[in-house]
């Protein structure tokens, strides 16, 4: 047995990138903790000895190989971070764990789960006792050492027991107020930062885009790109993708070209938009921006196609006269705005979720969240956060006093971007995607009477009329020989 005295703070189990610095972390905040790793077929084996003798080494970090002297080593009710791949991993570790805990232990996945596996989770571990929390962490190995956002939600009474850690080792805002806070029930955490990292995909894509724009239309030199993004980071765009971006820009490799133009153009992606999109569908949200950004992942793939297709249609691009400051000032409009109508398609989805699966979240406390530690953390979250918290709380973050008037100042140079880019026949699918979910937004009408008369008369679907009330429902024998039978009306 170990001395209670000798008992750890805080468990981790996951050596690979993200837990060894979060148990650096906690270590350097002052906490004990117990690490594990799990030795499976594939999995190498010394890593935690190698960690325990290596970067933990004269720190307040324990070592174990056997999971039951691992989780004896922790002081009650134990807290248990896990950090291992997410899907089954996590549901095997689980069951590996069981039989070690005591009523009232707390498991923290930290890893991208799917918010319906943290859901099933949840409900598991309160039938055995214990108690779950789906963390969403996002900062990746720089924030997981220094200071991440962290995303909590699952067991509410497991909050006061695990936010001390937890807070500790997050990011501080600029006010000083850690970008951790309790996020809600069930798998809301794992939500929350799924539609964090779908935002992700949607800011990467669209820097990329602006980034195009200037290299191929303006001809700009990496150099000359990288201060544009620099001068745009001492703004409203202020943020770390826009930070590292111009750091890319002048980066050289050790033969002492620019890294960025030896990189090829096929991009990965790891799930976490594509749940995004999925998720947005089943809540019948759209979600254009992101999902063109996914989509357009998924076209980059495709690099042997695209190489083929070029050599089949030319592009002709046209020889339209610019003036190169006038259109980096179109670029940044066009970036800004987009910006907004992602991280406005984002919260949008947030407030669905939340309606549907009764999870009460703080749009204003997830905007803050945000703000440091995180991928997409940049100026205007504060802006997003204080326009939730107005006692004139508008139905869509792009109707917000604040932001209405950010539009109305872009969308000269926004649209002028997006023309001027199909014009000379270059792709900018997230611009446009973001610029006709503006339009369709504000158009008190649209094409969609026609979709309905289509299903209706192919499918018996029915239809709505301007000159009746709403929710009433008609069917029209368009053909003249059709019964009076209708479909039900529902909407998936």
Request: net charge negative; glycine share 10%.
């Amino acid at each position: 047995m170990i001395n209670p005295q000798q008992k750890s703070d805080i468990g981790l189990i996951g050596l690979a990138v993200m837990g060894e610095n979060l148990a650096l972390n906690m270590a350097g905040k002052g906490w004990n903790v117990s690490v594990y790793n799990r030795t499976l077929p594939g999995v190498e084996e010394g890593v935690v000895e190698r960690f325990v003798n290596g970067r933990a080494k004269n720190k307040s970090i324990t070592g174990f190989t056997d999971i039951a002297a691992f989780v004896e080593s922790i002081q009650f009710p134990r807290k248990i971070m896990m950090m291992v791949r997410a899907g089954n991993p996590v549901d095997q570790l689980m069951e590996q764990l069981f039989p070690y805990l005591s009523p009232g232990d707390i498991l923290i996945d930290g890893g991208n789960s799917n918010y319906e596996d943290t859901n099933r989770r949840v409900v598991l571990a309160e039938s055995k006792g214990f108690r779950f929390v789906g963390a969403g962490v996002s900062g990746g190995e720089e924030g997981a050492l220094n200071g991440a956002s962290i995303m909590p939600g699952g067991s509410e009474s497991a909050w006061e027991e695990v936010r001390l850690v937890l807070q500790s080792i997050a990011a501080k805002a600029e006010d000083g107020s850690p970008c951790c806070q309790w996020v809600g029930p069930a798998g809301s955490g794992h939500f929350v930062k799924m539609i964090h990292n779908g935002i992700e995909y949607g800011d990467m894509q669209l820097i990329s885009e602006s980034y195009w724009v200037m290299k191929k239309l303006l001809n700009l030199s990496n150099q000359e790109m990288s201060a544009v993004f620099s001068e745009w980071n001492e703004g409203k765009l202020r943020s770390y993708l826009i930070e590292i971006t111009a750091r890319i820009l002048q980066h050289r490799d050790k033969d002492g070209g620019y890294l960025i133009d030896k990189i090829l153009d096929t991009a990965g992606q790891k799930g976490t938009g594509k749940w995004s999109v999925i998720n947005a569908m089943e809540l019948g949200m759209p979600l254009g921006l992101i999902a063109t950004a996914v989509f357009e992942r998924s076209l980059s793939a495709q690099k042997d196609l695209r190489v083929e297709a070029s050599g089949t249609f030319k592009a002709r691009p046209s020889e339209v006269a610019y003036n190169r400051p006038e259109l980096v000032n179109d670029i940044y409009a066009a970036l800004y705005a987009s910006k907004l109508v992602s991280y406005a398609q984002g919260f949008a989805v947030l407030q669905q979720a939340s309606d549907n699966f009764g999870w009460n979240l703080d749009l204003a406390s997830i905007a803050r969240l945000w703000r440091g530690g995180c991928i997409i953390r940049s100026a205007f979250l504060n802006d997003i956060a204080a326009a939730f918290e107005t006692s004139e709380k508008s139905v869509h973050l792009l109707l917000a006093p604040y932001f209405k008037q950010e539009i109305d100042q872009l969308l000269s140079g926004w649209k002028h971007l997006v023309s001027y880019a199909m014009k000379n026949e270059l792709p900018v699918p997230a611009f446009s995607s973001a610029l006709n979910y503006f339009y369709s937004l504000i158009s008190p009408q649209l094409p969609a009477n026609m979709l309905q008369a289509q299903r209706d008369y192919f499918g018996a679907h029915t239809f709505e009329r301007v000159d009746q009330s709403r929710g009433t429902f008609f069917h029209e024998n368009w053909t003249g020989h059709g019964g009076t039978t209708k479909s039900g009306t529902y909407n998936v």
